[in-house]
């Protein structure tokens, strides 16, 4: 069919013709919009590395109160520890290193020898607290020479991470005029629920406090 328009002759399309031409050029415009988003999606894959999901990272799971005194003490110049232990040879089981094993989360182990050979125990955080204030509130500075290590008896707290024996304070070796029974007041004034020291059997060269 022709049709006029000033004087010139053009050919009508076809309504099919035209419907087609509409729906490429939709299919078109639709295909460029999805190139251009997943361009932007490669640049920036989101939290996750390389387009996967972001991993959700557990926490990390708070320090126990203990551990948070061991360092405490750790960091307290005022209190030292034994380098050797009275009978048998074992750096594992060694005051101070009882302390970095529990400031880094795990337990304190006993000496290979008397009655809980090589096992793991937990510190009590009552026994650190007071061996702290001992020094920061009463203002001693002392020797530790056991705390889970060593030999003890059976029934021991020390083998429950309750107890712990002092050889050296302010200086001076206990029994030899050091100033064992106001640092036994002082252990007795922190809560402790036995304290033993010179007089007391088998404690003349050291002082005992457990709690």
Not at 7 to 13: D, I, K, L, M, T
Not at 25 to 48: I, K, M, Q, Y
Not at 186 to 207: E, F, N
């Amino acid at each position: 069919m022709l049709t006029s328009s000033c004087g010139q002759f053009h050919h009508a399309e076809e309504p099919e013709a035209v419907r087609m031409k509409i729906s490429a050029a939709v299919a078109a415009t639709a295909a460029a919009v999805t190139l251009t988003a997943g361009t932007a999606a490669a640049a920036d894959p989101g939290p996750g590395r390389h387009g996967t999901p972001a991993k959700h990272q557990t926490p990390p799971k708070p320090a126990s109160e203990s551990a948070r005194l061991a360092r405490a003490i750790l960091n307290n110049k005022g209190i030292t520890y034994a380098g050797a232990h009275l009978k048998g040879s074992d750096k594992a089981s060694l005051p101070r290193q009882n302390l970095v094993d529990t400031a880094n989360g795990g337990m304190a182990r006993t000496s290979p020898w008397g009655h809980r050979q090589g096992a793991r125990v937990a510190l009590d955080k009552r026994m650190p607290n007071g061996v702290l204030k001992l020094n920061t509130q009463y203002h001693f500075k002392f020797e530790v020479s056991e705390f889970v290590g060593g030999s003890h008896s059976s029934r021991s707290m020390h083998y429950q991470g309750r107890a712990v024996d002092v050889t050296w304070i302010n200086g001076r070796h206990v029994g030899k005029r050091s100033a064992h029974r106001v640092f036994m007041n002082a252990c007795r004034k922190l809560g402790a629920s036995l304290v033993l020291g010179p007089g007391d059997k088998d404690h003349d060269t050291h002082v005992h406090c457990q709690w």
